[in-house]
T-cell receptor
Framework: QKEVEQNSGPLSVPEGAIASLNCTYS??????FFWYRQYSGKSPELIMF????GDKEDGRFTAQLNKASQYVSLLIRDSQPSDSATYLC???????????FGTGTRLTIIP | GAGVSQSPRYKVAKRGQDVALRCDPI?????LFWYQQALGQGPEFLTY????????KSGLPSDRFFAERPEGSVSTLKIQRTQQEDSAVYLC??????????????????FGPGTRLTVL
């Protein structure tokens, strides 16, 4: 079992709809949770991070964390074609340490 | 510089050749990470420095891989006797150990553009 699991997709969502991306992790000691966006041929860029159970909202993005279920999700509201990318879920233990990434979910927003 | 830079951006090596990949982190960033990203996969951790100290090298796949950061700034990842399975994008990331609150994002790693290594 991989430490961080994501559906590889592709996930297709109509423009303007809500895109829902999911991630599960196996290490209960994980303390920090990140969502990175990676455009094809580019490097990952951080879009959201969350440490506490519950929801965290930033503009059109909402990250949700449930430590009991070891589950992290990312919601993208009012999806735009520019949101088409691979979304990487990453987890880390407490502190400034290595990230463990999932394989990523490829998201396509259909105009 | 404005961000993390890496060189070369592309490297083609013949099997058995040694290669050296360079990373220039964001000025003042204490932590530096190397990741390997195979096609269609997420990045996989290789090694981590805090200043010049290599605190974790558990992800290096074999003793052919070696990394250094002698002055706590620029880092070099060296791969000896390259094999075809070494073909991947090598990503460098740096971070400044932040504090909660304020404008600085705790533990945010800023990635460089990567070096795409192709071993023939």
């Amino acid at each position: 079992q991989k430490e961080v699991e994501q559906n590889s997709g592709p996930l297709s969502v109509p423009e303007g709809a809500i895109a829902s991306l999911n991630c599960t992790y196996s290490d209960r000691g994980s303390q920090s949770f990140f969502w990175y966006r990676q455009y094809s041929g580019k490097s990952p860029e951080l879009i959201m991070f969350i440490y506490s159970n519950g929801d965290k909202e930033d503009g059109r993005f909402t990250a949700q964390l449930n430590k009991a279920s070891q589950y992290v999700s990312l919601l993208i509201r009012d999806s735009q074609p520019s949101d088409s990318a691979t979304y990487l879920c990453a987890v880390a233990p407490f502190g400034n340490e290595k990230l463990t990434f999932g394989t990523g979910t490829r998201l396509t927003i259909i105009p | 510089g404005a961000g993390v830079s890496q060189s070369p951006r592309y490297k083609v090596a013949k099997r058995g050749q040694d290669v050296a990949l360079r990373c220039d982190p964001i000025s003042g960033h204490v932590s530096l990470f190397w990741y390997q990203q195979a096609l269609g996969q997420g990045p996989e951790f290789l090694t981590y420095f805090q200043n010049e100290a290599q605190l974790d090298k558990s992800g290096l796949p074999s003793d052919r891989f070696f990394a250094e950061r002698p002055e706590g700034s620029v880092s070099t990842l060296k791969i000896q006797r390259t094999q075809q399975e070494d073909s991947a994008v090598y990503l460098c990331a740096s971070s400044f150990p932040g504090t909660s609150g304020g404008a600085r994002t705790y533990n945010e790693q800023f990635f460089g553009p990567g070096t795409r290594l192709t071993v023939l």
